[in-house]
Nanobody, 119 residues
């Protein structure tokens, strides 16, 4: 069984910063997985925020480029999302995702952490 547990969400003012963390545990070889962050705002579909491949390649949604940075720690089985210059439209539940690099049918999701950007 695999668990992804997000943390670090909360309330922040516009222009502020937050760092989200995702800890993976269980029957997973972390370095074999591409990791990502997705988000879902109220009334909207879940969307990609950022991904980092097992090889370290990063990909970002246009809306967060230059503001968010994704990173991974294969030793500690963790992935992070540093979010700077936050905007009200960044308000959403943020989900951690793990996709096997060798079997596209194997993917895991965390339960999410809420980020609210408001003054």
């Amino acid at each position: 069984q695999v668990q992804l547990v997000e943390s670090g969400g909360g309330l922040v003012q516009p222009g502020g910063s937050l760092r989200l963390s995702c800890a993976a545990s269980g029957s997973i070889v972390f370095s074999n997985f591409d990791m990502g962050w997705y988000r879902q705002a109220p009334g909207k579909e879940r969307e990609l925020v950022a991904t980092v491949s097992r090889g370290g390649s990063r990909n970002y949604a246009d809306s967060v480029k230059e503001r968010f940075t994704i990173s991974r720690d294969n030793y500690n089985y963790a992935v992070y999302l540093q979010m700077n210059s936050l905007k009200p439209e960044d308000t959403a539940v943020y989900y951690c995702n793990a996709n096997s690099a060798f079997n596209s049918a194997i993917r895991y999701w965390g339960k999410g952490t809420l980020v609210t950007v408001s003054s």
